[in-house]
Structure formats: C-alpha cells, structure tokens
C-alpha cells in the first residue's frame, strides 16, 4: 500500500529566511505525481507544487522549489524568502498514475509552518 | 468561476442523527472527490465521481455513509445515525481530465460535529 509520511509536524522559520520541509512516501510504482498543498488557517487548501515521477527535473514555482529523489523515495519542498503569508499547514500528496485506475490523493500527516517576524 | 463551494461550513448534530452536506464543483470539471480530514491528521479519501458515476470507495465509507452525484454536477454526501467518531472536516475536491492536468481543486469544507 502507498503510504506518505511528514516526520515534521511543526517548523518555524524566520521572515526572509529558508526552510525545508521534509515528505518521504512508499509505492512501488514508478509512474506517480506528488503534489504540496497549502492549508491556511480556516480556508480551503491550495496547491504549491506538482511533480511527475518521470520527470528528472525538480519542478519550481517563484519561492518554492522540490528536492525530489525518486530512489530515495523522497519530496521535500523549499520555502525561499518565506513570508507571513506562507504560515499555514503544509500537506505531501502522492497520486499513482490513472492508467492503474485511481485518482485519489493519499496525503501526509501535515507540516505546520510558522513564520517569525 | 468561483471554486469549489462546500454547503453549510459547519454543522452540529446530535449522535443518532442524519446528515447531508452539499458540494458544487468548478463548473466544467468532470471528476469529484469526497475526502475526511479529522484533527491533526491530513485528508483521507472517501470516494470519487467521474460525471455521475461512482467509481471507487474507500473502505472508510461505512454503510451509513452514501455519496450521490445526480446529474454529473453537484454531489451530496449523506451519512445517517451519526456517530461522535463521524466528527471531522469533510473536504470536497473537483478535477477535469485533461491530459498530464491532475490537480484537484479543494473546497472549504463541512465541518461536522456530533454531539
């Protein structure tokens, strides 16, 4: 069975400053996608980051960027220049490719993120 | 487009009784998803819809827990003699199937508490 696991239940980060939040996940597919999502306090969740197993490259969006390591079964993601804003709880999703039948996300514990001023 | 809206946002209830909560997907997305998200813990899924069709459950959802998508549009999901253990935020998510596309879209949630 896929499982995902987010050893960090809590990281705090200074304003400006860098943190990276760890995410390692068991399959034994080779052809997945693993997503971060961002839950602020009270609303709804929002995706950060995607990543196709296939794909080598680590994928990036503006301050945000994964270290993935796909025979380490590994996905952590870096918050560069964190800001206030990026406070909230940070949930590792796997998703196995559709051809095996299944669209369903199986998500991590969460990391909370908090943000020092 | 407005999102994913989930209907009511929060709901009490007393143990024994039934309850139904509503979800309207983005408008053009095809798929919908039911996940619960107790304290602490992150989403688990319950179920999905592709148009009308129920294509996979989760093991999660009990006999009392039924999920309905009438016209391939908005979806309820149902659970009757709720238990203090139903207790959770349920989360709705909608997709559409678009080659290499697989984000779910998430709602606000219907938080649930049974008394």
């Known amino acids: 069975a896929q499982t995902v696991t987010q050893s960090q239940p809590e990281m705090s980060v200074q304003e400006a400053e860098t943190v990276t939040l760890s995410c390692t996940y068991d399959t034994s597919e080779s052809d997945y996608y693993l997503f971060w999502y961002k839950q602020p306090p009270s609303r709804q969740m929002i995706l950060v980051i995607r990543?196709?197993?296939?794909?080598?490259q680590n994928a990036t969006e503006n301050r945000f960027s994964v270290n993935f390591q796909k025979a380490a079964k590994s996905f952590s993601l870096k918050i560069s220049d964190s800001q206030l804003g990026d406070a909230a709880m940070y949930f590792c999703a796997y998703r196995v490719n559709p051809t095996s039948g299944t669209y369903k996300y199986i998500f991590g514990t969460g990391t909370r993120l908090k943000v020092l001023a | 487009d407005t999102g994913v809206s989930q209907n009511p946002r929060h709901k009490i209830t007393k143990r024994g009784q039934n309850v139904t909560f509503r979800c309207d997907p983005i408008?053009?997305?095809?798929?919908l998803y039911w996940y619960r998200q107790t304290l602490g813990q992150g989403p688990e899924f319950l179920t999905y819809f592709q148009n009308e069709a129920q294509l996979e459950k989760s093991r999660l959802l009990s006999d009392r827990f039924s999920a309905e998508r009438p016209k391939g549009s908005f979806s309820t999901l149902e659970i009757q003699r709720t238990e203090q253990g139903d207790s959770a935020m349920y989360l709705c998510?909608?997709?559409?199937?678009?080659?290499?596309?697989?984000?779910?879209?998430f709602g606000p949630g219907t938080r649930l508490t049974v008394l």
């Open positions: 990543q196709e197993a296939y794909k080598q």
């Open positions: 408008s053009e997305h095809n798929r």
């Open positions: 998510a909608s997709s559409l199937v678009l080659a290499g596309n697989n984000e779910q879209f």
